[in-house]
Nanobody
Framework: QVQLVESGGGLVQPGGSLRLSCAAS????????MGWYRQAPGKQRELVAAITSGGSTNSADSVKGRFTISRDNAKNTVYLQMNSLKPEDTAVYYC???????????????WGKGTLVTVSS
């Protein structure tokens, strides 16, 4: 059974920083792309940033220059460093990973349960 567990959310003032972590656990052979998505109240879930197993990244225009995604393959963990936070960054942040559980198997998409980030003074 594969699980993704996010941590690091909370309340922060505008201009502040937070670091989110997402650890994958369970029967894992390898992990392809890992990413962060967010969903604000009344809005659709959107991609924030993603990173491949080789370290290539992409991110939403709204967070470029402020958020940085990284991963530790040895720990099956992906991080999201969020700086210069704005009220419009308030959302539930979800981790997503494409995980292969056995050799010669196809990858399956797994989601975490989310962690709330609130940016407010």
């Amino acid at each position: 059974q594969v699980q993704l567990v996010e941590s690091g959310g909370g309340l922060v003032q505008p201009g502040g920083s937070l670091r989110l972590s997402c650890a994958a656990s369970g029967s894992i052979f390898s992990i392809n792309t890992m990413g962060w998505y967010r969903q604000a109240p009344g809005k659709q879930r959107e991609l924030v940033a993603a990173i491949t197993s080789g370290g290539s990244t992409n991110s939403a225009d709204s967070v470029k220059g402020r958020f940085t995604i990284s991963r530790d393959n040895a720990k099956n963990t992906v991080y999201l460093q969020m700086n210069s936070l704005k009220p419009e960054d308030t959302a539930v942040y979800y981790c997503k990973a494409d995980i292969i559980v056995a050799a010669y198997d196809y990858g399956m998409v797994y989601w975490g349960k989310g962690t709330l980030v609130t940016v407010s003074s």
